[in-house]
Structure formats: structure tokens, C-alpha cells
């Protein structure tokens, strides 16, 4: 499943704040629509007006879900046309729910399902929402019982249609067994027919034994994105209804009774109940069609039997959602792995997809997998994207895994609303329209790209989770962190162009990092103990962490015995359920063949430092500049490193990793991906290790840097000397230096001070090369840091000078970037990542009022003003993200008035963020729409948290949201339960909130919300740990990062000559590089504050 973060997926993460992708002209200009440049004035307006709405839209749902559920479990039998018998309910509320652990909610192992036959029918009718349905389940008995129980939510079951039969040769073949009784626990979820044990072995069950359990049944198409739930949207201005599935973790059990846990295979017979018109959608293609007895103008479309697979990757679909169409021919192996470009091998096996004792992989020669991508009518053209890029996606994974895709089809379905971004159900993806619809007329580049890179995670998933599956939430992070890694794989495979294995490094590896530097972060296999675990998990360590120590795996095994690993656990593990030591078993036997990995080392001793504790290794270098040595040190990462007193963990192997060491050096600079393998490893029983530098290999006068293009999930410190050289290398030369290590010398170095173990003159120093700086990661990094600076400072009498600071290093790139404006714009982003850093750099321009930026800006607003037409609109809704200046909303005040007027027509898919610029005297602005609960609108309920953090992420909004979140935080849980939706509002006052008062206020809430955060209790955590980092940081930072701007006030125009800095260089070379290793020593620190270091720097006393 994608994350519901978008800024995840795509790297929009706080460095790139202000970024957002418009085209590249040839000339280097930015071309941009005829009112992106506005799309602040919409953006602000909108989000004013949604986190409004956000008040009204789970204050109306809360009352109107209370009665829809009652109504439900009541006469939920009787309004879908159930006959006969009685209803037992099986529904509780949440809060009559007790807590529940993990043995109360596991199901009794004594039965293995294998076949379901499920029928529904469901009913798009307002007033009677609701659905028909019946599911036989044919088991195997796998020990002597007497109950057959199934997991069931919110379904009313017809008692007296419970039967339980003998089948197959056993001794109860063809055999009625006597249910004695029926019972459901609200807790557990467990729905138990008890049967009879009769007079012989005092079992009604018998080991060995197959038997069929049926029943029919009745339940409700709620509107709350879980389950089978029913969306709307509306054409020619009528409403059009249709009913879906999101069944991940545990809501098949929503639709229809089952064995719902992971390990739980079985094959699925699915037939849905359509009036004529309509279209019905599942995971494998339709097989017949015929009349519903007593419902003329309904169809039973029945569909072919499934492969073996979990319950949570079943699906459907019924409406009217027309579709569009691509095939394309299986690649299909046998054999050896093909190298990288090879072609496949053919196979003349077929999969018969009736053979229930053998599933298999292969397809017949020729056979094509079809593929359809459905929308709305009036979006379905905004499809041509994915559907040229799907197939070619989905084949080159066949390839690269040398395994084939073994369903005939792959549907696409983009839903007007979806809680995550995407869901990789077998056969049958369904996506936010945002994920998978893009408009090149006026969608960004961040929009395309996010169309592919969701597409690209969810066909991965297709091998990875689909076809082997973990056999417990325990290892989802197999499922996620493989298909957050492979998402960049498949996206190069189709866009090149698109440079997007450069970006993974200050998105994915660089994001997790911070999430994993607190003590309240979690292993990455973590042991679900209680079900709010599971949604809990579903978060930025099991996806970005995941797909980082997946990258790091790449290398130090090399990609050969990589992808020979992952091809023979994919082909011996297909359609059964894994654990992480299935995997480490092949890939500790691929690489040992092929050598690239020492024989007293084994994949699982590697990684297990990696998955079973929490954080990451930095790594300090210490050089001995007289006998070219160097001392290497491990300890754990902390940001606040205070905290780690308050933790009771110590890590299963100490806080000590097995860690993959690479280097390069000046004289011999090698950033090849060839050089990313380890020239050593530091074992997780070192926490200090010793090596010596050839001379011939690595000079007395090089730098050197470790960790190559950053391929290790590991931070790396040096001595001060080192440090220097690499600050002299990136002025004089930064290109030699390859990007994605330019990227990491500015994270970690921010980083380690953030944590104090550096000065912050190291990274400021570092960040002046920036002016010379033209490649996005870099940059990408330096800004994400950098606005962390500027939240903390943004409220403090410094911020005026770090304004000031960071417009003098700006100036040089803003000044070769224009603004160029365009009606059209091209179909296609080529090189999209130079357009991310344009936009980057001019949002950056825009918050710091830079002149030509806001001139740009408050042309292009007034043009809107007067041009604006409600029926074409040239912004689409909820498109690209806001780019100018904050300045627009004060000094067109009347024209945001005038503006809340208006809706912007949703005529196109692309949901973008609804970040509310602030003005100073706009606080009224963002305490109109908190009031406000009687805003009648269409934004929709999946939008409601962007709305929310569109004003708790806004300097003057964060503590009137805080109020808001406090005052109403278990009607939020009512409505959108305490999974991601919840977390995500919470996380949001980790931006903002540094004052002692915020962290008593916050402290407050978990206290007097305890009960009610369920798996939102993490994020309660981890967001108290980062405001009490915040608040430090004030404390601890403040003045010496004052002192630094006075000492060192940069003056772009004033460049130090390239002779004044050799020489200032040669001058204090003696000095620093006598000064041994250490940073802590004042004779090092002194050597750093006194030299120039070799900036281009004009010093003034202040």
C-alpha cells in the first residue's frame, strides 16, 4: 500500500518546503501556467475555507455514522432483502471495545482455509445503503474440534443459514454437522458456530478432514474509506454512486466473514451483483455473467478462481466507471538470470488457474496481460499517462525478478476518495485519483512523477506482499520497504531521463534518518503485540527505512547475487507466506556463491543489526595524519541525545550495527557504483576499530570521504582537519565530489551539530559553496536543513539576520532563473529534477520577499483577479503546490474575500497540498475557517487532515489548531479512527512548537486523551520527543549560531580571490593539520573559527 503522504512518495519533504515543480524551458527560464505563480492566492483561500470544512465534514459524519451503523446492524438483514431467520450482529462500538492483545485476536490455528465462494450484492441507494451476501468457506481441519470461527465486523449473519458440511472422503463426507450455537465476541471479532462432537471421538471435527462452512449474511456500505464502502462523485450534475474495497490490514472481515490474517491463503470465487449499466471489477477477469433471480435489471457477474492469496489483497468494484485499455505479452523465464538487459526466456508452461494443488508461475507463450485503467468519464483522458507506462512497468519487473506475473489482467481503478494514496490488491490496484491521474496540460512535474512512482511501488507489491506474503504484520516492512526501493527501480526503467535514483538519497534514506533519531522510534520488525500496532506501523521507518537498508543491501552484496537472491525466494516461496529469515537465507546463499560476500559473514548476521533494533550507527573517522591511520568509531545517532537516559532499551545487539565501510579519497576520488562495495566491515562487536592507509593509496594531504554516493544507512563524522579539506574541496571544486555524497556532507554536518557533536560553524561554513551549487539533491538537502533553522528562529529576534543571510546565498541561483509566462505548457517533464530545484529555489525567493519574486507574483495574481473564469479555470483544484510570497495575501486582502465566493470546479484529478501561507496580521484568516462548521463543500473526507495541517503547519495557525485537535480529538478518532489519518495531525506540531508552554500543553493532551489514541500513541510520543528537541535547540543553539552570522556576514560580491584563499590555506595547513583528530579539543575548534576554511567569504567585525 502507497503512504497516504505524498510528500513521502515523491520527496517533498520539509527541505523542499517551498517546492513545487512547473517546466524547464530549453533556455534555463522557468516556464510556468498562466497562474501558477498564484496558486498560493487559491491555496491559502483553500485552505482557510477546508480546515473549516475539515470542523463541519467530521462533526456531520460523526452524527450521521451513529445512526447509519445502528441502522445497519438492526435492519441491515431486512433492507437488503435477507429472508428468514434471525440476525446476530456482529458490531460494537469502539469505545465498548475492550483493549485487546495479540492472542485475543489471532485465530485458533486448528482450521486452514482454501477455497471461498463469496457472493454480494451491493446496493447504491441513498436511505438504504446496503448489502446482500453469502460466503462458503471450504477448510481443512488441522486438529480435532468442535467450532468452526471466522473474524466478522458490522455484518449481520442469518443464523439459520449457518450450515456446516462434510466434503471430500473423510468421514463426514456429504454430512450436515449439528450447529449447537452461534457467538460473537465484539473483542476479538471472532464470529463461532459450535458444533455438536456427537457420541464417537467427541469431536465434530476431525484432523485430516475437509469440510465447507456457509452462511448468508447482510451489512452496510459505510462512507468511511474502509471495508466495502461506497464513494460518489458527480457528472453532468448528477450524483453518481459507486462501492469499493480497501481491505488492508483487517477489514475484509467488514465485507464478508473469513479467516482475515496474512497466513490465512486461500483461493477466492468471487460474484458480484450489478444492475444492468454498471460494471463489476475483481481480481481475476469475469467468467460468466447471468440474470439475479427476483432483481430484474441485475446481473451476477462471476469471476475465475483466484490464486492462492491473503484476504487483505482481495478486492472489487461495482459502478459505472468507463474504462481505457493496453495489452502487452508476458515475459516469461526459465533458467539462469538473465543479466540486466537480457532478453527472457521463454516457457511453454501454463498457469491452470483450477489446479488448486499446483499454482504456478508461468504463462503460456504469446499469452498477454490485459490492462485497464478506469476513472471518471470526464477524467479518463488524464489516464493516458499511467496506461503508458503500466505495462512497460509491470514487464520490466518480470524481467528484473525473473519471475512472471502470474494473472491474466491488471485492473487500475482511480477513485474519487481512497484513505491511502494507493492499494495493491492482486489484479485489481485501486489508487487516489491523484496517484494515478495526470493532466499535462496543467498538472506539475511532482504530479507526474508521483503518478509513476506510486505505480511503479504498487506493481512491485505484485511479487513482494502478493505473491509471497509475510505470515504476520511483524514483517510488513518486507512488503513496504521493498516496494519503496524497487518503486525508484521500475520509475528509471521508464523515465530515465528523470535522474530519480539521485533524489532517493535526501527523500527516502535522509527523511527516515530522521525519524529514526529518537529514542521513540521503533525496529523496523517489530513484533505486533495488539492490533492498534498495526496501523501504527504503517509509517515512515517501515517504508523509508525499509527501502534504505534494501538499497544498502544492494551494494554490499553487489546487484548480481542481489537480484539471484530475490529470484530464487520469490520462485520457492511463491503463493506461501515468508518471514525476513526465508529472504536472508537466499541472499546469504547467492552472494557466498558468487563471493561477494565473506563466508564467516551471513546476510542475517547483517542484518538483524538492522531490523531488530531501532536507529542507526554514526561513524567517526579520526585520522593520525603522522602515520596515515585512521581510528573508526560506532555509536547510535541521537538528535537529542539527553534522551537516551529516559530509554530503558538498549537495543538487541547493544546499539552496535554490522556496518558496510567504503571510501574514497582527493588524489584517487572514486564515486562508481563499482566503489560503493565495502572495503571492510565494522562488526557489531566493534565499536572501535583501527586501520592503516597505504600511503601510495590514500595521501598524507587527501581528504577522504566514507560512505560512498551514501549507500549506507549511517552517518559518518571526521576530525576537524578532514572536515576542512572537504570544506576546501567543495569551493574550490565541488564538482569532484559526486552529488549524492555533496548532499550527505550537508546532512550529516547539520545533523551532528543539531546533536552537538559539531560546532554549527561546520555546516554553515559548508553551505557557502552552495552559491556555486547547480544540482537539486544537494541543494534539496541544504534547504531541508536550513528550514529547520528557519522554524526554530522564525519567532526569535534573530531571524532577521538569518533572513538576510540566506537571501545573500540565494541571489546568485535566483538570479538565473526567470519567470517566463505560457499558455501551454509541454506534455512531458525530461529532466525533472533541475525543475524541482528552480521551483525550490524560487519559493525560497518568494517567502524571503526577494523583490523580483514578489513583483512576479503580485503581477500575476492581479491578472487572476480580472481574468478568473469559474467554468475554465487555468489553476485546476487541488493541483500544484503555492509558490509566491505571503506578502500577495496582505496587500490583496479584499481579493481573498472576494475569493470566498468561488469553488474552483474539480474538473481535474491532481490533489495538491493546501499549505496555508501566513501573514502577520492574518490570524483572523485562519481562526474564520476553525470556527466555521456550517461551510457546505465538496472537499472530500480523505482531504480532511491535509486541510487540518494546511493551519497547524503555518507559524501563527499551530497553536489554534493545537486547540482545536485538543478540544475535539476523540470526535476526530470517531470519525477517522487513530491509524495514519490521526497520526498524521499529531506529527504536525513537531514543525512549529519549541516553547516550554507548548510542551506542557501537549503533555496535557496525551495525559487527558490517553485512552482514546490507540495507535496513534507512537506519534503522541515521538512528537513530545521533537518539541522537547525544538525547545533544546533554542536553548542550547541560539547564540552561537548569532555569533556566527555577525563573524561571518556574507557578501556575494565580494568574493575572496582564488590566490587570497590558497594562501590563508597554506597558511594555517601546519597548524590545524598538528592539531591531531579530535573536535573537541580548543586548540581545533580555534584552528576552525579563525580560518576561512576557504570560503568566499567577506569577514566583518559587527
Known amino acids: 500500500m502507497a503512504t497516504t503522504d505524498s510528500a513521502l512518495l515523491t520527496g517533498d519533504r520539509a527541505a523542499m518546503e517551498f517546492s513545487d515543480p512547473s517546466v524547464m524551458s530549453s533556455s534555463g527560464a522557468i516556464r510556468v501556467s498562466r497562474f501558477t505563480l498564484l496558486l498560493a492566492a487559491c491555496t491559502v483561500l483553500a485552505a482557510l475555507i477546508l480546515t473549516g470544512i475539515f470542523v463541519h465534514e467530521f462533526t456531520k459524519a460523526g452524527d450521521a455514522a451513529g445512526a447509519s451503523s445502528s441502522s445497519a446492524a438492526a435492519g441491515g438483514a431486512a433492507s437488503a432483502g435477507t429472508s428468514g431467520g434471525a440476525a446476530a450482529a456482529t458490531e460494537a462500538s469502539s469505545a465498548a471495545r475492550p483493549r485487546r492483545t495479540l492472542a485475543d485476536v489471532l485465530l485458533p490455528n486448528h482450521l486452514r482455509p482454501t477455497v471461498y465462494r463469496v457472493k454480494l450484492q451491493p446496493f447504491l441507494e441513498p436511505g438504504n445503503f446496503v448489502t446482500r451476501g453469502s460466503v462458503s468457506i471450504d477448510f481443512e481441519c488441522l486438529r480435532d474440534a468442535n467450532n468452526v470461527t471466522v473474524h466478522a465486523r458490522n455484518l449481520s449473519v442469518v443464523t439459520e443459514t449457518v450450515r456446516v458440511v462434510g466434503v471430500g472422503g473423510g468421514r463426514d463426507a456429504g454430512v450436515a454437522l449439528k450447529v449447537v450455537g452461534q457467538t460473537y465476541h465484539p473483542g476479538s471479532e471472532f464470529y463461532t458456530v459450535h458444533l455438536d462432537p456427537g457420541s464417537g471421538s467427541g469431536f465434530a471435527l476431525v484432523r485430516g478432514s475437509n469440510y465447507t462452512v456457509s452462511m448468508d449474511f447482510a451489512g452496510f456500505l459505510h462512507d468511511n474509506l474502509v471495508g ?57 477477469p469475469v467468467k460468466t455473467t447471468v440474470p439475479v433471480e427476483g432483481y430484474p435489471g441485475w446481473m451476477w457477474d462471476q469471476f475465475e478462481q483466484s490464486v492462492p492469496m491473503s484476504t487483505y489483497l482481495v478486492a472489487f468494484l461495482v459502478s459505472d466507471l468507463p474504462f481505457i485499455e493496453g495489452r502487452k505479452a508476458h515475459a516469461v523465464f526459465k533458467g539462469e538470470l538473465p543479466a540486466t538487459s537480457a532478453q527472457p526466456v521463454t516457457s511453454s508452461t501454463a498457469v491452470d488457474f483450477n489446479d488448486v494443488s499446483k499454482p504456478k508461475l508461468r504463462t503460456e507463450e504469446g499469452n498477454e496481460i490485459m490492462l485497464r485503467i478506469f476513472a471518471r468519464r470526464d477524467a479518463l483522458d488524464q489516464a493516458e499517462f499511467a496506461r503508458a507506462i503500466g505495462l512497460p512497468i509491470l514487464y520490466f519487473f518480470e524481467t528484473y525478478f525473473n519471475v512472471s506475473y502470474p494473472l491474466p489482467k491488471q485492473d487500475m481503478v482511480a477513485l474519487p476518495d481512497m484513505s491511502a494514496s494507493a492499494m495493491e490488491n492482486w489484479g485489481l490496484i485501486t489508487y487516489r485519483e491523484s496517484a494515478l491521474l495526470y493532466d499535462s496540460k496543467v498538472s506539475s512535474a511532482r504530479a507526474q512523477q508521483t503518478v509513476a512512482v506510486v505505480m511503479a511501488h504498487e506493481l512491485a507489491h505484485q511479487w513482494f506482499g502478493n505473491l509471497v506474503t509475510p505470515k504476520w504484520w511483524t514483517d510488513l516492512w518486507l512488503n513496504e520497504g521493498f516496494a519503496s526501493y524497487l518503486e525508484y527501480v521500475g520509475v528509471h526503467h521508464v523515465r530515465p531521463s528523470w535522474k530519480i535514483f539521485d533524489s532517493f538519497v535526501c527523500t527516502s534514506l535522509q527523511g527516515s534518518f530522521m525519524s529514526d533519531s529518537y529514542t521513540t522510534s521503533h525496529p523496523i520488525s517489530i513484533a505486533v503485540t495488539h492490533p492498534d500496532d498495526i496501523e501504527e506501523i504503517f509509517d515512515s521507518i517501515t517504508y523509508y527505512k525499509g527501502s534504505a537498508i534494501i538499497r544498502m543491501m544492494d551494494h554490499f552484496l553487489g546487484n548480481k547475487s542481489f537480484r539471484r537472491g530475490l529470484t530464487n525466494y520469490l520462485r520457492e516461496m511463491a503463493f506461501k507466506n515468508a518471514e525476513q529469515d526465508d529472504l536472508w537465507g537466499y541472499m546469504s546463499k547467492a552472494a557466498h556463491d558468487a563471493g561477494s560476500l565473506p563466508r564467516s559473514l551471513s546476510v542475517k548476521d547483517i542484518m538483524d543489526t538492522w531490523t531488530l533494533q531501532m536507529g542507526f550507527p554514526v561513524v567517526t573517522v579520526t585520522r593520525n595524519y603522522d602515520n596515515n591511520s585512521l581510528n573508526i568509531t560506532q555509536e547510535r545517532f541521537l ?36 566503489n560503493t562495495m565495502p572495503k571492510f566491515w565494522m562488526s557489531v562487536n566493534e565499536s572501535r576499530k583501527s586501520v592503516a592507509l597505504a600511503f601510495d593509496e590514500v595521501p598524507r594531504g587527501d581528504w577522504v570521504l566514507f560512505n560512498v554516493r551514501q549507500t549506507g544507512y549511517y552517518r559518518v563524522n571526521y576530525d576537524a582537519e578532514n572536515w576542512r579539506r572537504i570544506n576546501e574541496q567543495l569551493v574550490h571544486d565541488h564538482a569532484m565530489i559526486d552529488a549524492a555524497n555533496r548532499a550527505q556532507i550537508l546532512d550529516d554536518a547539520f545533523n551532528l551539530a543539531r546533536a552537538g557533536i559539531i560546532p554549527y560553524e561546520i555546516p554553515l561554513n559548508l553551505t557557502s559553496y552552495l552559491v556555486k551549487e547547480t544540482e537539486y539533491v544537494p541543494w534539496a538537502a541544504a534547504l531541508r536543513n536550513l528550514a529547520y533553522l528557519r522554524d526554530m528562529l522564525v519567532h526569535t529576534s534573530l531571524y ?8 545573500s546565498l540565494l541571489t546568485p541561483i535566483v538570479k538565473k532563473t526567470r519567470f517566463e509566462t505560457v499558455e501551454e505548457v509541454e506534455t512531458d517533464y525530461e529532466n525533472i529534477t533541475d525543475t524541482y530545484l528552480s521551483i525550490d529555489i524560487l519559493r525560497w525567493a518568494c517567502k524571503l520577499e526577494i523583490p523580483s519574486c514578489l513583483q512576479n507574483a503580485t503581477q500575476l495574481f492581479q491578472r487572476w483577479m480580472l481574468d478568473y473564469n469559474v467554468n475554465n479555470p487555468d489553476i485546476p483544484r487541488r493541483d500544484k503546490s503555492e509558490r509566491e510570497d505571503d506578502r500577495v495575501l496582505h496587500r490583496h486582502r479584499d481579493g481573498w474575500r472576494k475569493g470566498v465566493g468561488f469553488r474552483l470546479p474539480a474538473l481535474f484529478a491532481q490533489q495538491r497540498s493546501f499549505r496555508a501561507k501566513h501573514d502577520p496580521e492574518s490570524t483572523g484568516m485562519h481562526q474564520e475557517p476553525l470556527a466555521s462548521s456550517k461551510h457546505e463543500t465538496g472537499i472530500r473526507k480523505q482531504d480532511a487532515g491535509t486541510a487540518f495541517s494546511a493551519v497547524a503547519r503555518n507559524e501563527l495557525g499551530a497553536d489554534m489548531a493545537f486547540h482545536f485537535l485538543r478540544n475535539n480529538f476523540k470526535k476526530i478518532k470517531e470519525q ?48 513530545l520527543d521533537a518539541i522537547e528537541g525544538n525547545i533544546q535547540w533554542i536553548s542550547n543553539y541560539e547564540e552561537g549560531i548569532h555569533k556566527w552570522l555577525k563573524l561571518r556576514k556574507l557578501k556575494l560580491s565580494d568574493y575572496v580571490t582564488r590566490g587570497a584563499i590558497e594562501q590563508k590555506s597554506a597558511a594555517t595547513d601546519s597548524h590545524c593539520s598538528n592539531l591531531g583528530v579530535s573536535l573537541a579539543g580548543s586548540n581545533a575548534w580555534t584552528c576552525l573559527k579563525d580560518s576561512v576554511i576557504g570560503l568566499p567569504l567577506s569577514i566583518s567585525s559587527v
Open 228 to 284: 466495502f464502502y461506497r464513494s460518489s462523485y458527480t457528472y453532468n450534475n448528477e450524483t453518481k454512486w459507486l462501492a469499493v474495497t480497501q481491505f488492508q490490514a483487517t477489514e475484509a472481515r467488514r465485507a464478508f466473514p473469513c479467516f482475515d490474517e496474512p497466513a490465512y491463503k486461500a483461493r477466492f470465487l468471487i460474484s458480484l451483483a450489478r444492475r444492468e449499466g454498471m460494471v463489476a471489477v475483481s481480481n481475476m
Open 639 to 674: 538528535l537529542n541525545p539527553a534522551q537516551a537516559n529516559k530509554s530503558a532499551s538498549t537495543g538487541k545487539f547493544g546499539y552496535l550495527w554490522h556496518v558496510p565501510i567504503s571510501y574514497t579519497q582527493r588524489t584517487r576520488a572514486n564515486f562508481s557504483l563499482a
Open 976 to 1023: 477517522y479512527g487513530s491509524g495514519p489519518f490521526s497520526m498524521g495531525l499529531i506529527k504536525d506540531f513537531q514543525k512549529y512548537f519549541n516553547l516550554e508552554s507548548q510542551y506542557i500543553m501537549f503533555q496535557e493532551f496525551q495525559k487527558t486523551c490517553h485512552n482514546d489514541l490507540g495507535s496513534a500513541k507512537r506519534a503522541t510520543d515521538q512528537t
Open 800 to 807: 532577521g539576520q538569518f533572513k538576510e543571510y540566506m537571501i
